[in-house]
């Protein structure tokens, strides 16, 4: 247990897992930002089986081993980090909680894991960069080739250090959900809106308030070369669509012109982890989106061994359902170097700020070291299939384990 976690702040010793932070975020967000963290696509079934698949695997540990001396260090792409665990990229963050993208990146900074700066956020790449060097910064391809070399140019004059590019986007989900909860970006100003800050005053006073009257009207910085459309308006339109055209042309051209570690996130199928390769990525991170994407779409945990046994020379990352050190962990027994977490860190960074965040980071990697020490292994890299077992077996399954 580190220093920073023996010194747990008053209000953040209630919080002792990462499901702790999101009932409280539920009470403090309007119902609209709430829903649209919270949520994912039609009825929810990758959402769902993201957790399924973690609960299908269980752990044979050893035992009558000496653990005294464990480490959770890993290294990727010739960086040392302190945990197998990183931030993923979350749209808006600093919507739900106060700068909240610097909350996280800094906190990020602090523990020595990864965070990816999400292409839809609220403030400037470079700041965020100079506030916490080394963070990744993830974009989604624009429409065109023109625009694409502008922002990797942009990219990269900010001394981004990895570039993520999230390949499952180029055609608009139904999330109905948003429409349910009665989400949308930009916001609109209405009377709902008015009535739903009413009746959140915390979230108000202490995050949108504070942003407006100490940082002006938020706008969305990063999605493109330039300066995007602000978070308030009566007719803005932030429109997604128009991307259906792009393919593996689209990665050649920004491989072409990023000098810098290259990762494709939204990976699925072990054929497009092999075009990745061969296209000269450096890394992939197995991942549906965290469910926001193509309803139905198989949890990245049981294609995750499958993927690594294609590219078995590649940096193979994972996001989507995690959770728990022990989510983690049946991670790294398949193959992962890291695994990405986004909407606990979104509600840490909404209840706590940096210290929010923080404490999220501490709580998992003191799982991670207890969980380690229970399976009998000092370091990660002695974890492999051979530690798991699926709890039930059936025809067909793909876990590859």
Same mark, same amino acid.
């Given at each position: ?26 009470? &403090?967000? @309007? ?38 001396? &464990? ?17 993923? @990229? ?8 106060? &700068?909240? !993208? ?28 100079? /506030? ?11 429409? *065109? ?12 004059? /900010? ?63 990063? =999605? ?14 932030? !429109? ?8 593996? !042309? ?25 075009? =990745? ?35 078995? !020379?590649?940096?193979?990352? %994972? ?23 986004? &909407? @606990? ?15 999220? %980071? ?7 070291? /207890? ?6 292994? *000092? ?23």
């Amino acid at each position: 247990m580190t220093k920073r976690q023996t010194n747990v702040s008053s209000r953040m010793r209630g919080f002792l897992s990462l499901a702790d932070f999101e009932p409280a975020a539920k009470r &403090r967000l @309007p119902r609209p930002l709430f829903g649209y963290v919270h949520g994912a696509t039609e009825d929810n079934a990758s959402l769902a089986d993201n957790r399924a698949a973690f609960d299908e695997l269980g752990f044979i540990p050893r035992v009558l081993r000496n653990v005294s001396q &464990r480490s959770q260090a890993i290294e990727l792409f010739g960086v040392r980090y302190e945990s197998p665990v990183g931030i993923a @990229p979350m749209g808006i963050s600093s919507l739900t909680g106060y &700068r909240g !993208d610097l909350a996280q990146a800094k906190a990020a900074q602090a523990y020595g894991v990864p965070m990816i700066l999400s292409a839809a956020s609220l403030i400037r790449l470079e700041e965020v960069i100079e /506030a916490a060097p080394g963070t990744w910064f993830q974009m989604y391809m624009p429409k *065109t080739f023109g625009e694409m070399h502008a922002l990797v140019d942009r990219v990269s004059a /900010a001394n981004v250090s990895t570039l993520v590019v999230t390949v499952d986007s180029s055609v608009v989900p139904n999330r109905e959900n948003n429409m349910r909860t009665g989400f949308r970006t930009p916001l609109r100003p209405n009377l709902p809106l008015l009535r739903d800050g009413i009746m959140h005053p915390t979230w108000s006073l202490f995050t949108f308030l504070r942003t407006i009257l100490r940082h002006g009207m938020p706008h969305f910085e990063n =999605a493109s070369a330039e300066r995007g459309e602000p978070l308030l308006s009566h007719r803005a339109n932030r !429109d997604f669509s128009g991307r259906e055209h792009l393919d593996w !042309d689209a990665i050649r051209a920004i491989r072409a012109r990023w000098q810098g570690p290259l990762v494709l996130k939204g990976i699925l199928h072990p054929g497009d982890a092999v075009m =990745a390769r061969e296209i000269g990525a450096d890394g992939v991170i197995v991942s549906n989106h965290g469910g926001r994407q193509l309803d139905g779409s198989v949890s990245p945990l049981r294609m995750l061994a499958h993927v690594v046994k294609a590219c078995p !020379d590649m940096t193979v990352m %994972i996001d989507s359902g995690f959770r728990r050190g022990t989510d983690v962990l049946k991670a790294v027994a398949l193959g992962a170097k890291c695994a990405f977490i986004g &909407r @606990p860190m979104n509600y840490a960074a909404c209840i706590g700020g940096q210290e929010g965040v923080e404490h999220a %980071i501490g709580l998992i990697n003191a799982e991670l070291r /207890a969980d380690m020490g229970l399976l009998g292994v *000092t370091r990660l890299d002695e974890l492999g299939p051979h530690f798991l077992r699926v709890k039930r077996f059936e025809a067909g399954d793909i876990y590859g384990a």
